[in-house]
């Protein structure tokens, strides 16, 4: 389990451009389905996505990014509002108290196109879809290989 700020910070900037595809929220624990197949298929050619669960989570809102110019930004407090429109991962900070993560998206119809997801958890684990646990460590190794071989190909 990934657990100190830093780390859960890390693990969402190593998350880059993976998007936000399924999620299951039971008031405490929330489940994400992030489908980032760039990172996933280092490890396992056949797969998509990881499986995140985000434990003990709390003061959760999405503060979005209108659309149009002119448009107040809205907070959204329940997960439905905003998890449901696929976003995709940009990149991600430590708050005080907790986490932002910085997300695009792109559906037009929902009136905006981004925004700032803000938390707070006491950790999150990481497994591919067979649910086999990922480690932060393993995470690193295959983002730093796939950027590596990106850099080279240029």
């Known amino acids: 389990m990934v657990n100190t700020a830093e ?3 890390r693990l969402f900037g190593l998350l880059h ?4 595809v399924d999620f299951d929220f ?6 994400l389905t ?4 760039y990172l996933v298929q280092r490890m396992s050619p056949a797969q ?3 499986r995140l669960v985000l434990d003990n989570v709390s003061e959760m809102t999405f503060t979005t990014w209108p659309l149009e ?6 907070t959204l407090k329940q997960p439905e509002q905003f998890l449901s429109a696929e976003l995709e991962i940009l990149s991600a ?6 986490i932002r993560i910085v997300c695009n998206q792109t559906e037009s119809s929902r ?5 700032e997801l803000d938390l707070r958890t006491d950790g999150v684990s990481v497994s591919d879809e067979a649910g086999k646990p990922v480690s932060l460590k393993k995470l690193v190794e295959c983002a730093e290989a796939y950027w590596r071989e990106w850099r080279e190909r240029l």
């Open 69 to 74: 110019d002119g448009v107040e930004a809205r």
């Open 48 to 50: 998509t996505c990881f």
């Open 93 to 98: 900070e430590a708050r005080d108290p907790g």
């Open 17 to 20: 451009d993976g998007v936000i």
């Open 26 to 31: 039971d008031g405490r624990c929330l489940a």
């Open 111 to 115: 009136g905006y196109v981004g925004g």
């Open 7 to 9: 780390d859960i910070v």
């Open 34 to 37: 992030v489908e980032i197949r």
